[in-house]
């Protein structure tokens, strides 16, 4: 059988692998959002010919391209966990609404959203399933709530499509499920393919004494991504008691509600409502220009700065430098979070604008570290492993990681067709 990478080839973004055996489907279809447009998978024939579509999980870089595949022939089931589908939902609506802020014309419409999200067959983790005839089961990647690894027994073959995989325990998820039988092909993510995470416990505990030390004479602002981020830097900051009330902003609040109603993709369902209480939601401007009135501590997305009502609070208290701003997650290249942490500055609404608070980042991250990746390679040992969602040096450092435990190895190219 044949694997096509249409995307997330020695990249991150745009995900979609699309495997051409006695049947064709697809991992994943996800697209790459840049400062301009977002970039799509590259041209898959004939879509009208696919069998299925594995979708791993909610972010828009393995769904995002669904909508449009849709639109432009696309008829088969998805297959994904309802926690998946409900992400999904949110994401792109969101994502839909954002193009347009942008004055981007995307090619679909909500209609194609809809239309998408019609085609769901939900999965449950561990449950043997069939796509006409082939057998494939998901497992808890462990990533963010819903999240899955895939795998897929075809032509007497394993395939195992890792999706975003992080093998650690963390205060929101189980670690991933990692006990697989005899896997054939392994398709491993590689985000973190060079580099470790600092030990997540030390982590959060110098994490929380910041927040403590900037809140004893000012505000705290703590972007946070709205799927599991948000929820987890909620749970962290509900173990200890502040001087100042904690809020909680933006589409994080609608996501808290959404995992709440799925229990069954959280580690510990009570605790989080448990910490949902000690917050306060903010549901509209008013109520955040009252709580800006006062000290707080302060959740809101969008995680990298690129909008949401993280903006309104980096223009008021972003000027005060016993203000601080804590940022939770990794910052891509052209992100107003990674200007703020190498200039201090940001841009809003076109201006340039001098950060003078504090800035802080700390690596929460929901993906697998070089040193787990490498004892998940080692634990698995394919025959043949496939290193993909990584930038090249990340993708083909973990091929070379893998060819020396005697695995044939590779890192692929964009539209490069491999045998297997
Ligand atoms: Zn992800």
Same mark, same amino acid.
């Given at each position: 059988?044949?694997?096509?990478?249409?995307?997330?080839?020695?990249?991150?973004?745009?995900?979609?692998?699309?495997?051409?055996?006695?049947?064709?489907?697809?991992?994943?279809? *996800?697209?790459?959002?840049?400062?301009?447009?977002?970039?799509?998978?590259?041209?898959?024939?004939?879509?009208?010919?696919?069998?299925?579509?594995?979708?791993?999980?909610?972010?828009?870089?393995?769904?995002?391209?669904?909508?449009?595949?849709?639109?432009?022939? +696309?008829?088969?089931?998805?297959?994904? $966990?309802?926690?998946?589908?409900?992400?999904?939902?949110?994401?792109?609506?969101?994502?839909?609404?954002?193009?347009?802020?942008?004055?981007?014309?995307?090619?679909?419409?909500?209609?194609?959203?809809?239309?998408?999200?019609?085609?769901?067959?939900?999965?449950?983790?561990?449950?043997?399933?069939?796509?006409?005839?082939?057998?494939?089961?998901?497992?808890?990647?462990?990533?963010?709530?819903?999240?899955?690894?895939?795998?897929?027994?075809?032509?007497?073959?394993?395939?195992?499509?890792?999706?975003?995989?992080?093998?650690?325990?963390?205060?929101?998820?189980?670690?991933?499920?990692?006990?697989?039988?005899?896997?054939? $092909?392994?398709?491993?993510?590689?985000?973190?393919?060079?580099?470790?995470?600092?030990?997540?416990?030390?982590?959060?505990?110098?994490?929380?004494?910041?927040?403590?030390?900037?809140?004893?004479? *000012?505000?705290?602002?703590?972007?946070?991504?709205?799927?599991?981020?948000?929820?987890?830097?909620?749970?962290?900051?509900?173990?200890?008691?502040?001087?100042?009330?904690?809020?909680?902003? *933006?589409?994080?609040?609608?996501?808290?509600?959404?995992?709440?109603?799925?229990?069954?993709?959280?580690?510990?369902?009570?605790?989080?409502?448990?910490?949902?209480?000690?917050?306060?939601?903010?549901?509209?401007?008013?109520?955040?220009?009252?709580?800006?009135?006062?000290?707080?501590?302060?959740?809101?997305?969008?995680?990298?700065?690129?909008?949401?009502?993280?903006?309104?609070?980096?223009?008021? +208290?972003?000027?005060?430098?016993?203000?601080?701003? +804590?940022? $939770?997650?990794?910052?891509?290249?052209?992100?107003?979070?990674?200007?703020?942490?190498?200039?201090?500055?940001?841009?809003?609404?076109?201006?340039?604008?001098?950060?003078?608070?504090?800035?802080?980042?700390?690596?929460?991250?929901?993906?697998?570290?070089?040193?787990?990746?490498?004892?998940?390679?080692?634990?698995?040992?394919?025959?043949?492993?496939?290193?993909?969602?990584?930038?090249?040096?990340?993708? +083909?450092?973990?091929?070379?990681?893998?060819?020396?435990?005697?695995?044939?190895?590779?890192?692929?190219?964009?539209?490069?067709?491999?045998?297997?």
């Amino acid at each position: 059988m044949q694997l096509i990478f249409h995307g997330a080839a020695r990249e991150v973004g745009r995900s979609c692998v699309e495997v051409a055996s006695e049947k064709r489907f697809l991992f994943d279809a *996800g697209i790459k959002i840049t400062a301009e447009q977002p970039e799509h998978p590259t041209h898959i024939d004939d879509l009208r010919g696919i069998a299925g579509v594995f979708l791993s999980h909610g972010h828009l870089d393995h769904c995002g391209a669904l909508p449009l595949l849709d639109h432009t022939g +696309l008829r088969c089931p998805i297959f994904c $966990t309802s926690a998946t589908k409900a992400i999904t939902r949110i994401l792109l609506k969101d994502a839909l609404k954002i193009e347009r802020i942008k004055h981007h014309h995307p090619a679909y419409d909500k209609n194609d959203v809809f239309k998408a999200l019609d085609s769901v067959q939900k999965v449950r983790y561990g449950q043997k399933n069939y796509l006409e005839g082939i057998e494939f089961a998901f497992q808890d990647a462990g990533h963010i709530p819903g999240s899955a690894s895939i795998m897929v027994e075809v032509e007497g073959k394993r395939i195992l499509y890792t999706g975003d995989i992080n093998t650690t325990q963390t205060m929101l998820l189980k670690g991933a499920f990692v006990n697989f039988p005899k896997i054939n $092909t392994l398709i491993c993510e590689s985000t973190y393919g060079e580099k470790d995470h600092p030990e997540r416990k030390k982590e959060e505990k110098a994490f929380l004494s910041k927040v403590k030390e900037i809140s004893d004479t *000012g505000s705290v602002i703590l972007p946070v991504f709205a799927v599991g981020r948000a929820q987890e830097v909620m749970m962290m900051l509900a173990k200890k008691d502040f001087s100042v009330p904690i809020y909680m902003d *933006g589409m994080a609040k609608s996501v808290t509600e959404l995992f709440e109603q799925e229990p069954g993709f959280i580690r510990d369902v009570s605790l989080l409502q448990k910490s949902a209480e000690k917050v306060e939601f903010i549901e509209s401007r008013d109520e955040r220009e009252e709580a800006l009135k006062k000290k707080g501590i302060f959740l809101t997305t969008s995680g990298m700065l690129s909008g949401g009502p993280v903006i309104k609070y980096l223009t008021e +208290l972003g000027d005060n430098p016993n203000n601080g701003i +804590l940022l $939770t997650g990794y910052q891509t290249e052209d992100s107003n979070g990674r200007l703020l942490l190498e200039e201090g500055r940001v841009i809003i609404d076109n201006k340039l604008i001098k950060i003078n608070s504090q800035v802080k980042q700390f690596d929460f991250s929901a993906h697998a570290g070089m040193r787990e990746l490498k004892e998940l390679v080692r634990k698995i040992m394919p025959e043949h492993a496939i290193f993909v969602h990584g930038d090249k040096s990340a993708t +083909l450092s973990m091929a070379k990681f893998a060819e020396s435990l005697g695995i044939k190895a590779c890192a692929p190219k964009t539209d490069e067709i491999l045998e297997v």
